[in-house]
């Protein structure tokens, strides 16, 4: 007899309802790609197909075995996975090129999700045959010279579902779908239905969350947390710092940058450890500031004291807060739709993007390239010298001091101007490209996947170190960090609690009730809003939301801070948006070459806990962070406002207009809304994305943006009149585009394409009720 090899294709499948048998002594011994297993899903079994040739066949000869039992079979697979599966074709000597081709379908065949399931159920021959029918009339064929062979084609970003195929002839008519009564379910389960009943709201918010509450520390133990962890501290302190500044200027410095990192301190530890939502981050925000300068300079023109002012206007904040949570008021959420919430968050995004490049610009002003004059500082050499002054002209200051030079001149101790701008631009620069680079260095070729993933999470805070070293060894005098020195408070006339009783009139307690009002829209519009864009059912967040749990907190850290005299903080909608994109998690069980599918979020607390007990030691940092350059803390806020514009639909339709239309890719809205009403759409959304800019930018009319962002739910009401409700339905929704295409795929299979699933139920069903072959 002549000795023969049997070429060896395999192909990895995880069938429903299969247990994965214990392998771990023949693992062991395996000598195949085990690094390769973490690829391959819990509970998947191999099936083998092996050809060959012999002589002594005349005519070819094919078997299909299944096993009882699944078993590892030595080296036969490249990975220790047990076989479930063996067909085996032998034939006469000169056929090994048709059956390597044969051997080749037959892999391809049993990759497929229906068939693989025809196979473990299959009684009889005929069943696999029906099988296979099923699916030769669902392939897709190349016809040849239309594609070449040569190039390998790229797998489809998410595979259709396959449902349609499962499909039962009995089931083939679709049920009449409830719109109306699926969005009801929605917003019950999110929390935004009334309850009808006092805090029945905040009693269900708490209900939701008390049992995850264990499992959001469990869930931090993560080298993905620790990056977002420091990511988001730098991210954080900056603004807060920065906001304690402008507060300083604001309020006669009654609050500054101590004051600002204590209640970020306060209120982050507080609505980390209670809170319904701890995705969502809390910050400064300028509407707030705006505010605080009014009321200010309000108690200044009438000689009252500014603290106890405030601290009665936050009382009632709190008080009105607790009141809207009573009520269920938070159920008003369910009518912030897309369309304001995009605008929202793009606005407060181009925000972090022009104030970044603002203040780097500023550094140029302040410390210019060509002042017009000449920097009038010169190294002298020492009495006992005998060098000439011309020879030491030469050295710079850090030389001329270390060989004991003297500098003489008007600028001496003033830095060298004209190489601090260009340096701050580098570092700036420098920051953000390398942010955006290391951040898709997951999908990188280089290194194994664990250290990519690695240099992913840490891509920040990689470019935050390596440009601030950049810095100190090219030592020059960029702008850096600065944090206050002590603990106590800025303005030394007052302590940490504020007298509710000054030598304000009695009458202003109820006084401070109207301007207590314009303040909880003005937290209610920013809290909420924020939260509606972190809940997104795009995220696939899995532990509820809790709308009205939050806003109780939120009122509680109010009245604390009111108390303390102490800033206000309320959702930041771009550092809750960066938040959730540095805890996103991706599927490590792909094959080589198809693209990792988005799981959902890391749902936890403990990084918003630490990114604010880091804030509150930050007094005890500051020997460390005072040598951190501001360009660099610039380029992490250009990073987090380009990174948070990812995603949004508004900003893909601005991008789409200046798109030809044989380039545009293929958006779930073009396919079924025609492309002239997209545009004019997204020219609405714009026009009104202008208006709350120009609102905004100005001091006089920034007070009245929470307001502009309630017209702004009346004008997308008023689109009703311009848009069909279709229309509307698929551009100013939060279905997340994946499921929505995954959608309108099944729609067109079920109206365009002929499904004969029901043979396969014909020949596996068998007469006995247990035996039914029931669907997945």
Avoid at 415 to 427: G, K, V, Y
Avoid at 441 to 470: C, E, G, H, Y
Wanted: charged residues 20%.
């Amino acid at each position: 007899m002549r000795s023969f090899t049997l070429p060896n294709e395999e192909m990895v499948e995880s069938p429903s309802n299969q247990s994965m048998l214990n392998q771990t002594s023949e693992s062991s011994d395996h000598k195949g790609n085990t690094h390769f297993m973490r690829k391959i899903p819990q509970g998947a079994e191999a099936s083998n197909i092996l050809v060959g040739e012999v002589d002594f066949l005349d005519k070819p000869l094919s078997g299909f075995v299944r096993l009882r039992n699944a078993a590892v079979m030595g080296d036969l697979t490249e990975v220790p996975v047990p076989t479930r599966f063996l067909f085996i074709l032998l034939g006469p000597l000169g056929s090994h090129s048709s059956f390597h081709e044969i051997g080749r379908a037959m892999a391809t065949l049993m990759s497929d999700e229906i068939f693989h399931e025809v196979a473990y159920r299959a009684k009889k021959r005929e069943h696999l045959l029906a099988g296979i029918d099923e699916f030769l009339d669902a392939v897709t064929v190349l016809p040849p010279g239309e594609w070449d062979p040569t190039i390998r084609i790229e797998p489809p970003a998410a595979v259709p579902s396959q449902e349609i195929r499962k499909r039962p002839a009995e089931k083939e008519k679709k049920e009449e779908f409830d719109e109306e009564g699926e969005e009801q379910r929605l917003r019950e389960e999110s929390g935004l239905s009334r309850s009808g009943k006092l805090f029945g709201g905040l009693y269900n918010d708490v209900r939701r969350k008390v049992p995850w509450y264990w499992s959001d520390f469990k869930d931090a133990l993560s080298l993905q947390c620790i990056a977002s962890w420091i990511f988001l501290y730098f991210a954080c302190l900056s603004p807060i710092i920065t906001f304690g500044g402008l507060l300083s200027e604001a309020t006669g410095k009654n609050m500054a940058a101590m004051e600002s990192l204590v209640s970020g301190f306060v209120c982050g530890l507080g609505y980390g450890f209670f809170s319904g939502q701890p995705l969502t981050i809390l910050g400064s925000t300028g509407p707030v500031l705006v505010f605080e300068t009014i009321v200010y300079n309000f108690c200044q023109s009438h000689e009252w004291d500014y603290m106890s002012f405030r601290f009665w206007i936050g009382t009632w904040i709190a008080i009105i807060l607790i009141i809207l949570v009573a009520i269920d008021a938070s159920a008003l959420v369910c009518y912030i739709t897309r369309f304001t919430e995009e605008n929202f968050a793009t606005l407060i995004a181009f925000i972090f993007i022009y104030k970044a490049v603002e203040n780097t610009l500023l550094i140029g002003e302040k410390y210019p390239i060509n002042g017009g004059t000449t920097y009038d500082c010169v190294c002298t050499p020492p009495v006992t010298s005998n060098s000439s002054i011309i020879e030491w002209a030469k050295y710079d200051k850090i030389r001329c001091d270390a060989l004991n030079g003297t500098l003489i001149g008007v600028d001496c101790d003033k830095p060298e101007a004209a190489n601090i701008f260009l340096m701050s631009i580098i570092l700036f620069l420098g920051t953000f490209t390398m942010s955006i680079v290391l951040k898709d260095f997951k999908n990188a070729l280089f290194f194994p996947s664990a250290t990519r993933q690695f240099i992913s999470d840490f891509s920040v805070i990689i470019a935050i170190f390596s440009m601030s070293f950049l810095d100190y060894a090219v030592n020059v005098q960029t702008p850096k960090l600065e944090v206050p020195h002590e603990f106590k408070p800025t303005l030394e006339s007052r302590s940490w609690i504020i007298p509710p009783f000054s030598k304000n009139p009695p009458w202003t307690i109820f006084l401070a009730i109207f301007p207590a009002m314009l303040g909880t829209i003005l937290i209610f519009m920013d809290q909420q809003i924020t939260a509606v864009i972190i809940n997104r059912k795009e995220n696939k967040l899995n532990k509820g939301c809790g709308y009205h749990l939050d806003l109780f907190i939120l009122a509680i850290l109010i009245q604390i801070c009111s108390i303390m005299g102490l800033p206000w903080f309320v959702a930041a909608t771009v550092l809750s948006i960066n938040h959730v994109n540095s805890l996103k998690q991706e599927s490590e069980c792909a094959a080589p070459g198809e693209k990792p599918q988005f799981l959902g979020v890391r749902e936890q607390r403990v990084t918003h806990i630490m990114i604010f007990l880091t804030i509150g030691g930050s007094v005890l940092l500051t020997p460390l962070l005072c040598h951190i350059p501001m360009p660099v803390l610039f380029g992490v806020f250009l990073y987090m406002g380009v990174a948070s514009l990812k995603g949004l639909q508004f900003f893909d339709r601005i991008l789409i207009m200046f798109m030809p239309v044989k380039y545009q890719p293929d958006y779930m809205f073009l396919r079924q809304v025609p492309i002239k009403r997209v545009h004019l759409f997204t020219l609405i959304q714009l026009g009104c994305l202008i208006v709350l800019w120009l609102i905004k930018s100005f001091s006089q009319t920034s007070i009245l943006f929470p307001l502009m962002l309630v017209i702004m739910i009346g004008i997308r009401k008023a689109l009703d009149f311009v848009f069909t409700r279709r229309e509307l339905k698929i551009l100013d929704d939060i279905m997340p585009e994946l499921t929505k295409r995954q959608a309108d795929d099944l729609h067109r299979l079920e109206h365009g394409e002929v499904t004969i699933y029901r043979r396969i139920i014909n020949f596996c069903v068998s007469d006995s009720s247990t035996d039914r072959f029931e669907k997945n």
